[in-house]
């Protein structure tokens, strides 16, 4: 380094601009680790969620002729809650809090089921379902009331449901009677929302 390059460096003004050429540096560095760690955090939490998903609730259908004994995997692609404070977008999808969900909401459930014996001719089923949730105590995280509607296709035969029943544990466990007036279709559910 010559001697006029070390006595500009002297300067007041070149030091201002290297300290500040420093502190950018160490700042776009630790702001490049903490992006890094946010995306592991959240790769993490997508993968804890995909293993979750894994969990099945159980469900019995009483049609006329058997009762018979099911898995059912369920994902809400469509959520909107108007229990939530205004802060937070009311639309969600796919990844719902239990909060969004109990504190008074609408969701749109898409599942499916795996029977251990045969209903109408095969061992799945389809559905998509309409609920609505509404807080009854604790805003909902003690308990909650599950109404809605639903169509079931079993084999190649569709039913349409009511649904009732309750939600409990901060949301995560819902119990729901299912009824088909038209086919004298009775199911019960012990769904599992880990979603």
Same mark, same amino acid.
């Given at each position: 380094?010559?001697?006029?390059?070390? %006595?500009?460096?002297? %300067?007041?003004?070149?030091?201002?601009?290297?300290?500040?050429?420093?502190? /950018?540096?160490?700042?776009?560095?630790?702001?490049?680790?903490?992006?890094?760690?946010?995306?592991?955090?959240?790769?993490?939490?997508?993968?804890?969620?995909?293993?979750?998903?894994?969990?099945?609730?159980?469900?019995?259908?009483?049609?006329?002729?058997?009762?018979?004994?099911?898995?059912?995997?369920?994902?809400?692609?469509?959520?909107?809650?108007?229990?939530?404070?205004?802060?937070?977008?009311?639309?969600?999808?796919?990844?719902?809090?239990?909060? !969004?969900?109990?504190?008074?909401?609408? !969701?749109? $459930? $898409?599942?499916?089921?795996?029977?251990?014996?045969?209903?109408?001719?095969?061992?799945?089923?389809?559905?998509?379902?309409?609920?609505?949730?509404?807080?009854?105590?604790? %805003?909902? !995280?003690?308990?909650?009331?599950?109404?809605?509607?639903?169509?079931?296709?079993?084999?190649?035969?569709? /039913?349409?449901?009511?649904?009732?029943?309750?939600?409990?544990?901060?949301?995560?466990?819902?119990?729901?009677?299912?009824?088909?007036?038209?086919?004298?279709?009775?199911?019960?559910?012990? !769904?599992?929302?880990?979603?």
């Amino acid at each position: 380094m010559s001697a006029t390059e070390s %006595k500009s460096l002297g %300067k007041p003004g070149s030091r201002l601009v290297v300290r500040f050429l420093v502190f /950018s540096s160490l700042m776009l560095a630790g702001s490049t680790a903490s992006i890094a760690q946010d995306s592991t955090q959240s790769s993490s939490g997508a993968t804890a969620w995909l293993i979750l998903q894994a969990i099945p609730s159980l469900s019995w259908t009483t049609t006329p002729a058997q009762t018979n004994f099911a898995f059912e995997w369920e994902v809400a692609p469509v959520l909107y809650s108007w229990g939530m404070t205004r802060l937070v977008s009311p639309w969600h999808f796919f990844f719902v809090n239990q909060p !969004e969900r109990f504190a008074g909401s609408l !969701e749109l $459930v $898409v599942s499916g089921q795996a029977y251990v014996s045969r209903i109408a001719g095969g061992h799945t089923g389809l559905s998509g379902q309409l609920l609505s949730h509404f807080p009854l105590i604790e %805003k909902g !995280e003690y308990l909650g009331l599950n109404l809605g509607a639903a169509r079931y296709r079993f084999g190649g035969t569709y /039913s349409t449901f009511g649904v009732a029943g309750i939600s409990t544990l901060f949301g995560f466990l819902h119990y729901n009677i299912k009824y088909s007036p038209a086919d004298r279709i009775w199911m019960n559910s012990i !769904e599992f929302r880990f979603f």
